[in-house]
T-cell receptor
Framework: NAGVTQTPKFRVLKTGQSMTLLCAQD?????MYWYRQDPGMGLRLIHY???????AKGEVPDGYNVSRLKKQNFLLGLESAAPSQTSVYFC?????????????FGDGTRLSIL | AQKITQTQPGMFVQEKEAVTLDCTYD???????LFWYKQPSSGEMIFLIY??????QNATEGRYSLNFQKARKSANLVISASQLGDSAMYFC????????????FGTGTSLTVIP
């Protein structure tokens, strides 16, 4: 089972460049999430989605946009990358039917902005 | 205010000993869920254990158990018989219905198991 797949795994960008991170899940989960992980900060929620066509802001949404055009995919976009967005990005998905179900995480994308 | 607080940035434990990782939380919602995840040096996030606010007993999963003290708003993870493979970052997280479907994570505790 693939579970949650993030593409790419690594990327180096220059300041001002744009890029899209792709998250794909094959578990038919309703909920999907994008987090960033920085040293000493834990995981912070950027955006999330509770279903196809819906998105919502999390704790740190500035500088990012998302789209959920298909249930299985959740895209995270950086329109104009900044060094402060250097981080490890995690996507997660969750079955929406039960409150006690945990999130399933992808392996992360390490993004460096020069 | 922080929703989840993990006050131990780093912990050491001798192999085969038990260790407790602290987690306190802040919520006014009577219904909530608490999760613990493990993140080894390879980077993936691994779900360990769940405790619901209405659960009558402390959760247990193999060598992992939760010391859930609702009045103190703490949900400490206890790892028994530590193994070298337990060396990792450990994150506590909370979900509460009144904030929709968000999860709140603590800053994590780095556990090192000493042979």
């Amino acid at each position: 089972n693939a579970g949650v797949t993030q593409t790419p795994k690594f990327r180096v960008l220059k300041t001002g460049q744009s890029m899209t991170l792709l998250c794909a899940q094959d578990m038919n989960h309703e909920y999907m999430y994008w987090y960033r992980q920085d040293p000493g900060m834990g995981l912070r929620l950027i955006h999330y989605s509770v279903g196809e066509g819906t998105t919502a802001k999390g704790e740190v949404p500035d500088g990012y946009n998302v789209s959920r055009l298909k249930k299985q995919n959740f895209l995270l976009g950086l329109e104009s990358a900044a060094p402060s967005q250097t981080s490890v990005y995690f996507c997660a998905s969750k079955d929406g039917s039960l409150f006690n179900q945990p999130q399933h995480f992808g392996d992360g994308t390490r993004l460096s902005i020069l | 205010a922080q929703k989840i607080t993990q006050t131990q940035p780093g912990m050491f434990v001798q192999e085969k000993e038990a260790v407790t990782l602290d987690c306190t939380y802040d919520t006014s919602d009577p219904s909530y869920g608490l999760f613990w995840y493990k993140q080894p040096s390879s980077g993936e996030m691994i779900f360990l254990i769940y405790q619901g606010s209405y659960d009558q007993q402390n959760a247990t999963e193999g060598r992992y158990s939760l010391n859930f003290q609702k009045a103190r708003k703490s949900a400490n993870l206890v790892i028994s018989a530590s193994q070298l493979g337990d060396s990792a970052m450990y994150f506590c997280a909370m979900r509460e219905p009144n904030t929709g479907n968000q999860f709140y994570f603590g800053t994590g505790t780095s556990l090192t198991v000493i042979p």
